[in-house]
């Protein structure tokens, strides 16, 4: 496997981040969500509601992307060429060439429900999978899929989350059923190097500082790792009785985080987790946060289950209602912007 | 102009004729075997002939307005030769709103086949352009699955050459074949070598029979049609070995609360008529078993599936393995193994498996039910089950989060996962036992579960319930005699009915719940025929002299000699022993009892009724009959 050299936004990203490097312009990003606006739709019935990948526009419309589908947990770009996308979706892997005209569903009968989607953007061609019943990899941009679990468990193995590092290929970490699973050579060997005893439901690496990841869980709280995702530390006050559903960082501040939860609602972080305030005033009671997001802006977004897609200038202080009602969005994902 | 009223007067005394004549309507069809093979597949085809011209006459909208047409009313014309042309618009119209989803491709399928060489070439192409651009979600259950690939398959054999942009999969019709063959063989391979996940359905049963009629009739490959036409023979030989009187007895994978205390208020039950002609159809002939119907004629009952199900000489029992729903979470294994029991006699049958998780949110358990001569509206049936309700059992099966899936759930057609009241659904916290006519349910609840009770279900067909002073509550089901006895204290509520997967709230039919609030607690049923007493009386008698101990701590035990003279040892968490022998499940065959006999791995089915035999070989693929020697 090649390993690339790190160029543009995240380059800029990184130099930053290590104090020492020449002023960059501020880094563009896109900010895309998965959405599902799923209106009394039985299996079988017509879709009557437009759902799948949106991506925010400049004007601050939310613009779909690509095909109709409910089920759709996640996207991933290919780096080199933003017309090649994935989606991980109910169906599997579906993977467009051509920017969302057409698609191919990528996985056969043996796998399903998958649940999150990476492309390593240092060996773009390598593409991971996140399975209810484990890990599945490409390394042909999803031409053909195989299972590589060598270290996972056999049972136990249910991955809600798949993400890579983007500073090495083929270095990748899997959120299980029993935890943190690393792999550093493209899914060949798995470790565990945070063990669980209930579901790893997100894991996100710092825009910021690569060698910083945050991870939540059903029921051990939230995480932080400072060396790379070898050691994960707990925080301490973030509640840990019932489901994280998610976490991000903030691309405008290092030490902003935020985390989304069924019970616990908005949940903030402005000194890096040393403490976390609530930040559900405003929000629709009871909580039922499926998901949060932070856009390129800084603005704090909220998708409350059932409800629609509630915004935050002042990163959860005061909220109001965006667009998209009915919404459950599934991810959101801000990446650096592409010219290709 | 000649006068149109005497003809308007035919076709009206036609259709009150035919009307008359339905069996919807009609009275409780006689459960007497036809002897006659002649006679037999000519009722055969008059069942299906009398389902097609329903659907073929609108009545399932009450309407004959072509504007109204579904896909199953347009199927039943083309197979009559009625309206190409309102059925080619039709067509077309329906396409133009694609659904998503096996419910929208099997039909779209039956329409496509069905449609060849009567349809308007606009219409098929239709059907085709739709297949292309409409995404269709393959669902996540194994009928899903079932319909999804057997409709791909078709799909992609009737348009054999077609590259990957012109399908929704982004894969050429070899690619869709090849993926919808393996799946197919699969699912084939697995349910006739460990056994099948949704067993026994009351109401899927159509998902799978469909389906599979589709490939016997349309495949062109030999190994797949011959898979369709043996897999058929399969599902119905279980049908009929587990009916009585063409009601559908015992556990069920996956059912509703209708069939649950209706037990003849099933698809299943359509589905007897149509083959055996023992019961009456249910509303509507089914629903989706219509689409069974507009090609039912491209199958045969055979001779021996048809005896088993209308002509018993003796009680028997049926031992079976099956499969649990798929567990992705919280679980040693991805589908642990089902034990099923089902004892039928004249009067009655009882039915179970050994407790525990099944489905997460529909199995029925065990039971006792009793037969009826018209069972329309009759909740024949008595058990007890532990309401369990739980976030770990959902993501167990789904890929879900905790918290949202139990309300989820009773809002898309399950209305009564979270009530306490329910009587629908299995629970870790069983453990059931049966011998022939004995069932033993022990419940070991643990504290902080939601619903910390168990419910066990009385109806409002019972007659003559008696809460004995001795702790044994008697009742009279039809011609069976049922002795309950609960193990611990309890209280009466009423039975509330949640008529469909879309009722608000439970419907007073009549009936009642025995709700028992002790964690530790348990169920002991004993049934007979009312022939086997000289009165109501003699039989609460023998009941109250059975040797019977029972404590609840540490776990619920029972020592108990059965009516039939079985000493039965059961202890929750314990091995159950039957006169001092452990029950050893692990010799479990795939099927055992006097008509299904399989052995575990072997793909292979022999059926058995008197000297007739037929073996179904999934390895060889073939049907073998023959007259065995006395």
């Keep these: 496997m090649v390993i690339k050299k790190i160029t543009g936004p995240l380059l800029g990203l990184l130099l930053s981040t290590l104090g020492g490097a020449p002023p960059t312009p501020k880094p563009a990003y896109d900010f895309f969500i998965c959405a599902n606006i799923n209106r009394n739709y039985t299996i079988g019935a017509e879709i009557l509601t437009m759902n799948g990948v949106f991506q925010r526009d400049a004007a601050g419309a939310w613009q779909h992307l690509g095909y109709n589908d409910m089920g759709v947990t996640a996207v991933a770009f290919d780096p080199r060429d933003r017309r090649v996308w994935y989606t991980s979706a109910l169906n599997g892997l579906w993977r467009t060439l051509d920017g969302g005209k057409s698609w191919r569903m990528c996985n056969g009968w043996e796998m399903t ?68 699973y690393l792999t550093e050579d493209a899914a060949a060997h798995w470790r565990q190097v945070l063990p669980t005893k209930e579901m790893v439901t997100d894991i996100q690496q710092s825009p910021h500082d690569p060698q910083v990841w945050l991870a939540v869980t059903q029921n051990a709280g939230a995480w932080r790792s400072t060396d790379g995702g070898v050691t994960w530390i707990n925080f301490p006050n973030v509640p840990k009785a019932r489901a994280l559903y998610n976490v991000t960082f903030d691309v405008t501040q290092p030490l902003r985080y935020a985390i989304g939860s069924w019970i616990y609602g908005v949940l903030t972080t402005e000194d890096g987790g040393v403490t976390w305030q609530d930040r559900n005033a405003g929000l629709p009671a009871p909580h039922r946060v499926w998901r949060v997001g932070i856009d390129p802006a800084g603005w704090l977004y909220a998708s409350v289950y059932g409800e629609t897609l509630y915004v935050s200038k002042d990163f959860g202080r005061t909220w109001r209602a965006d667009a998209l009602a009915g919404t459950g969005v599934n991810n959101f994902m801000i990446l650096p912007r592409s010219t290709n | 102009m000649k006068p149109i009223f005497p003809l308007v007067l035919l076709l009206t005394l036609t259709a009150l004729s035919a009307q008359a004549r339905s069996a919807l309507s009609g009275p409780a069809p006689s459960t007497a075997p036809v002897l006659n093979e002649q006679q037999r597949q000519a009722d055969y085809a008059r069942r299906i002939d009398e389902v097609i011209d329903f659907a073929a006459g609108g009545a399932k909208f009450k309407t004959n307005d072509p504007a109204k047409l579904d896909l199953v009313t347009i ?149 797949i049609k ?42 299943a039950s359509s589905f007897s008529w149509m083959l055996f002609g023992n019961t009456p159809p249910t509303a509507g002939y089914g629903g989706w078993g ?73 199995s029925h358990v065990w039971d006792v039910t009793w037969a009826e001569a018209d069972p329309r509206k009759k909740h024949n049936t008595m058990f007890s089950m532990h309401p369990h309700s739980s976030m770990v059992a959902m993501q167990s099966a789904f890929t879900c989060y905790p918290e949202p899936m139990i309300k989820a759930v009773t809002m898309e057609g399950k209305p009564t996962y979270d009530s306490p009241d329910k009587i629908l659904g299995s629970s870790p916290y069983e453990q059931v036992f049966q011998d022939l006519d004995t069932v033993v349910a022990l419940y070991d609840i643990p504290v902080g579960e939601r619903f910390p009770h168990i419910n066990g279900f009385f109806s409002k067909d019972l007659v003559k319930v008696t809460e004995s002073p001795s702790g044994w509550i008697f009742a009279q089901g039809g011609h069976a005699y049922l002795a309950y006895r609960p193990l611990a204290g309890y209280t009466w509520i009423k039975y509330g009915h949640f008529s469909g997967g879309w009722a608000k709230v439970g419907l007073d039919l009549g009936g009642r719940i025995l709700t028992s609030p002790h964690l530790k607690n348990g169920t002991i049923v004993q049934a007979a025929s009312v022939s086997e ?89 073939t049907a073998t009959d023959r007259v065995r020697t006395p």
């Excluded at chain 2, 039709?90 to 060489?117: D, H, Q, Y």
């Excluded at chain 2, 007895?249 to 609360?257: A, H, I, K, L």
């Excluded at chain 2, 045969?300 to 199900?309: D, S, T």
């Excluded at chain 2, 004249?346 to 050994?354: E, L, W």
């Design chain 2, 75 to 223: 199927g039943a014309k083309l197979v009559r030769g009625q309206d190409y042309d309102y059925c080619s618009r039709r067509v077309i119209e329906l396409m133009s709103k694609p659904g998503t989803g096996p419910f929208w491709m099997f039909p779209t399928v039956s329409t496509a086949f069905l449609g060849r060489g009567r349809l308007s070439p606009a219409a098929l192409a239709s059907i085709r352009e739709a297949w292309r651009t409409a995404r269709q979600l393959r669902g996540d259950t194994e009928n899903h699955w079932m319909m999804y690939y057997a409709s791909l398959y078709l799909m992609s054999e009737l348009y054999p050459n077609d590259p990957a942009e012109s399908w929704y999969t982004g894969k050429s019709s070899a690619e869709n074949l090849a993926e919808a063959r393996a799946y197919l063989i699969h699912w084939t391979d697995l349910s006739t070598s460990m056994g099948q996940g949704e067993f026994n359905p009351t109401e899927y049963i159509g998902e799978y029979a469909i389906p599979l009629l589709f490939l016997a009739s349309w495949a062109k490959d030999p190994a």
């Design chain 2, 290 to 362: 219509l689409y069974f119907a507009v090609v039912a004629k491209n199958y045969n009952v055979p001779e021996v599936i048809y005896q088993i199900a209308t002509n018993r000489s003796a009680d028997y029992i049926q031992h079976d393995r099956a499969r649990t729903r798929r567990r992705w979470r919280y679980s040693d294994e991805l589908s642990p193994l089902v034990y099923k029991t089902n004892y039928l006699r004249t009067d009655y049958a009882v039915g179970s498996t050994r407790g525990g998780m099944i489905d997460p949110i529909q």
């Design chain 2, 533 to 621: 007493f000289p009165s109501f009386a003699a039989f609460q008698a023998a009941i109250i002299a059975l040797p019977l101990q029972f404590s609840l701590e540490p776990v619920p035990t029972v020592n108990f000699t059965t009516l039939r003279g079985k000493k039965v040892t059961c202890a929750y968490g314990q091995t159950p022993t039957v006169d001092g022998r452990p029950l050893d499940y692990s010799q479990w065959k795939l099927f055992e009892g006097p008509y299904l006999n399989s052995e575990v791995g072997s793909r292979r089915l022999t059926i058995t009724h008197g000297q007739l035999e037929r073996v179904l070989d999934l390895n060889a693929l």
């Design chain 1, 113 to 180: 429900e998958a649940r999150d989607v990476a492309v390593d953007p240092n060996a773009p061609d390598y593409v991971y999978l996140a399975l209810p019943d484990g890990v599945a990899v490409s390394a042909d941009r999803a031409q053909t899929l195989e299972r590589r679990e060598n270290g996972l468990p056999d049972r136990g193995k249910y991955t809600q989350a798949i993400k890579v590092d983007r500073t090495r290929a083929g270095r990748v970490f899997a959120g299980c059923e029993t935890g943190i």
């Design chain 2, 226 to 267: 011959e898979r369709g036409r043996l897999m058929l023979d399969w599902l119905f030989a279980e049908l009929a070995t587990n009916t009585l009187n063409g009601v559908l007895r015992g556990p069920n994978s996956r059912t509703t609360e209708g069939p649950v205390v209706e037990r003849w208020n099933a698809m």
